[in-house]
């Protein structure tokens, strides 16, 4: 016989040709998908690696050596063949419908359990097909079986089933997400997880599991949505003699500072009455609430005892007359070589206040009022870089000073923040210019020292910019 005429040779023909030129072709898809990045990468890997050999092979066993589809060698072949089938059309279509999905779009909020049931569904119909075609099963009664258990189990689990069901429905809505913060009757907390029956709520106390059904009968608050739009209050109480323009506007300078506050936004303090005032501060994230109060209250503490004012009613006496002389003689007096008259001048014109720990103790640019001189504890010389991020210059401790500028009217060239809690000696700059003015040695010191912070803030300024 010719072996044209065989009726093997052209399926010979035709494995051995396109099955190198369908590698090929798979191969350079592939890795095209693979520069893109595409979800699609991983299906092609499949059909290339498994699926088209095993299909030629199946080709080369049933239509070129002629061997019958009911032999168990190629039921066992077609069995697996099948099983690659399905397993490509279900990662493929996971990878095209919900993978490169729009974050905003159903597929996005479709949850996880109706795509596990959808999987379960198309498994089971395709194995039925490979029991059927395959094997010769007959799966008509098994699914009848099926169905009368499935109605039955159903009648006797209504209840339950309805309430799955309806947590399933809120959770296809997606009102919140993983990470996200809750405002339930029952639990305050953010999202640590999300399954078919209950929802988890990392709270202060612990972790709260709460149906999905409850969530999906009552109402609740996501903290978290709109994004970045978190609003912390917190109100705290003076003295009905305090000036309410004097306290807001302390209480806004101190929230003003605080390093959970959204950029962008500023906070807003308002008077409630009897005493009572609320600060609103818009927050990057829920998660901060805690955080921002526990460094607000103290910073509102100190400031509102330097600034003379009454928190909780409360008076301060730390800034005593005593205390003032004492620092002068310790500190101030040896720093600018005064004499004891200029000590005793410099007395009524001078305060002992305290600083809390990261509370602002210099503004950089601003020009100051007054030379704060360190009595105790540690300040930190900071400069802002031109993308934002704060550098730190040096470390002042226990008789340096800030606010050097002062004499000279220029704005400062750095900020200074307090490491720790921090006293100081405040002295007004009228004041303190009649004492200094007649010292032409202290003056020319002063300003080598203002050059040189200066010069220090610019270079490191200058060389975090280049980096």
């Known amino acids: 016989m010719n072996v044209f005429s065989a009726p093997w040779f052209y399926w010979a023909l035709g494995i051995a040709v396109g099955l190198p030129v369908g590698l090929i072709l798979l191969t350079e898809l592939h890795n095209a998908l693979v520069r893109r990045k595409s979800h699609l990468a991983r299906q092609v890997s499949l059909l290339r690696n498994y699926l088209l050999p095993l299909g030629a092979l199946l080709l080369l066993l049933v239509k070129a050596s002629q061997i019958p589809a009911g032999d168990g060698m190629v039921r066992v072949l077609t069995t697996l063949f099948g099983f690659m089938v399905l397993v490509l059309l279900l990662s493929g279509l996971n990878a095209t419908v919900f993978q490169a999905a729009p974050e905003s779009s159903w597929r996005k909020r479709l949850p996880t359990i109706f795509l596990d049931v959808a999987r379960f569904a198309l498994i089971g119909v395709g194995l039925a097909m490979i029991l059927s075609y395959i094997w010769g099963v007959r799966v008509g009664g098994l699914f ?43 639990a305050r907390g953010r999202v640590v997880e999300v399954n078919w029956r209950s929802v988890h709520i990392e709270t202060g106390t612990g972790l709260r599991i709460t149906p999905n059904s409850m969530l999906a009968t009552t109402s609740f608050t996501n903290l978290s949505r709109p994004g970045g739009s978190h609003k912390c209050m917190i109100t705290t109480k003076f003295a009905l003699a305090d000036p309410p323009n004097t306290v807001c506007a302390m209480l806004t300078r101190c929230a003003s500072a605080l390093p959970q506050l959204k950029p962008g936004v500023a906070p807003v303090t308002v008077a409630l009455g009897g005493g009572e005032y609320r600060t609103t501060v818009r927050l990057k994230s829920p998660a901060d609430d805690g955080a921002t109060q526990a460094t607000f209250l103290p910073w509102v503490w100190y400031a509102a005892r330097r600034e003379g004012l009454h928190l909780d009613e409360a008076d301060d006496e730390f800034s005593t007359a005593e205390r003032v002389r004492d620092a002068l003689q310790t500190v101030v007096g040896p720093e600018l070589r005064l004499s004891l008259t200029d000590q ?14 990261d509370e602002i103790v210099q ?47 220029q704005p400062n060239p750095s900020g200074a923040v307090a490491l720790e809690e921090v006293t100081a000696l405040e002295i007004d700059r009228e004041h303190l210019e009649h004492v200094v003015m007649n010292k032409p040695t202290l003056l020319q010191e002063l300003g080598r020292l203002i050059e040189e912070r200066q010069t220090k803030a610019q270079r490191v300024g200058h060389r975090e910019r280049v980096g």
């Open 363 to 409: 503004h950089a640019g601003l020009v100051p009022n007054s030379m704060t001189f360190i009595l105790a504890g540690s300040v930190r010389l900071t400069v802002t870089a031109e993308d934002g991020s704060v550098v730190s210059i040096g470390t002042l401790h226990e008789g340096a000073f800030v606010g050097v500028t002062a004499l000279t009217r």
């Open 344 to 357: 005793q001048s410099l007395v009524p014109y001078a305060k002992v206040v305290r600083y809390g720990a």
């Open 144 to 186: 009848t079986a099926l169905g009368v258990t499935s109605v039955v189990i159903g009648l006797m689990l209504q209840n339950s089933v309805g309430q799955i069901v309806s947590g399933l429905f809120m959770l296809f809505e997606q009102p919140f997400r993983i990470d996200d913060w809750l405002d339930t009757p029952t």
